[in-house]
């Protein structure tokens, strides 16, 4: 009987913990904060118990109460907590196991960008074990109007700040295939936030295809992005809705583990922040001409040649 005490207590400590945890979810989960009532329905606890947590959260700052409105914001404290995760997040690290698995699941190779004063600059790389495959090494920049990767995280942006990139780095027809109207890629922007995934359909390198779909950050911006490229004789333009899926999906679950938002909710953000913004703002910038640029290099390797 002796023993039983402290296991009760612990067994209520870890009750109250994951009580509490619930309840800051539920605050955080509303975007101007969440009144008693909305609480207890998002929670299922009872009001008294609500409160009690809510009081001893408040104390610890994790919530503050607002009084105009009676709702509960997310504290200071919790966004002290919550940026030591960012801090320790390695995107790099953390994308590989998923570059991986978009290799094996698609056999082309997979890519992994970051952005970097406005271009799409490769961070990482599973190479495909096709004896022909396309590979652009880590550190190599790409524009953004004229690839997958790019295309992508630009669909997440408002339209200002695109217009402000295309402003800086041109829109440079690299080849018979790419984007050089800023009124085109608005257009291709829109469909890729409707359908969640870009393609490169030799736009920047003929003969090499790429789909990509961004990995959203915790305000919805691009934290990086993720593609699967390879030679048009196999990456077929009757394969890109597959591949859009299962890139697609693969950037949900990296957004999910780096503490991103929901892609969807990221895109509608973005098409929001669009619509707001005069639709001038890309379609009538001036766009100068670019700077060098790397491209995708489709390498043929024998048989014989170690694979990955």
């Known amino acids: 009987m002796a023993g039983a005490k402290p296991a009760a207590k612990r067994a209520s400590g870890v009750q109250a913990l994951t009580r509490a945890l619930a309840i800051l979810d539920a605050v955080a989960a509303q975007q101007d904060g969440a ?27 994790f919530v503050q109460f ?20 960012l801090r320790a997040r390695d995107v790099g690290r953390s994308a590989r196991p998923y570059l991986r698995r978009l290799m094996e699941e698609s056999g082309e190779t997979a890519n992994l960008a970051i ?4 271009m ?9 074990r096709q004896p022909m495959r396309a590979i652009c090494k880590p550190g190599g920049r790409v524009f953004l109007h004229s690839s997958a990767l790019g295309k992508a995280m630009l669909a997440t942006m ?15 027809k690299l080849t018979a295939r790419t984007t050089s109207s800023a009124a085109r890629l608005t257009a291709e922007l829109d469909t890729v936030r409707s359908q969640g995934f870009a393609v490169d359909d030799e736009e920047y390198t003929p003969g090499v295809r790429c789909v990509a779909a961004a990995v959203a950050d915790e305000n919805g911006g691009p934290l990086c992005a993720l593609s699967v490229s390879g030679p048009t004789l196999r990456v077929t333009r009757d394969r890109v809705p597959a591949l859009g899926a299962l890139v697609r999906s693969v950037a949900d679950q990296l957004t999910g583990e780096m503490g991103g938002g929901a892609r969807d909710s990221a895109m509608r953000n973005a098409a929001l922040r669009t619509d707001r913004a005069p639709r001038r703002a890309a379609t009538g910038v001036n766009v100068p001409p670019a700077t060098a640029f790397p ?6 390797k024998t048989r014989d040649s170690p694979g990955l």
């Open 35 to 61: 009144t008693l009532t909305e609480i207890v329905r998002a929670t299922r606890l009872a009001p008294s118990t609500a409160h009690r947590l809510l009081t001893t959260l408040q104390q610890d700052r």
């Open 66 to 85: 607002q009084g105009d409105g009676a709702r509960w914001l997310v504290g200071v404290q919790a966004f002290v907590v919550g940026s030591a995760f």
């Open 115 to 118: 952005l970097d004063d406005d």
């Open 120 to 128: 799409a600059v490769y961070m990482g790389q599973v190479e495909s």
């Open 158 to 172: 408002p339209e200002a700040e695109i217009g402000r990139i295309l402003s800086v780095k041109g829109m440079t």
């Open 295 to 300: 491209r995708h290099s489709t390498i043929r």
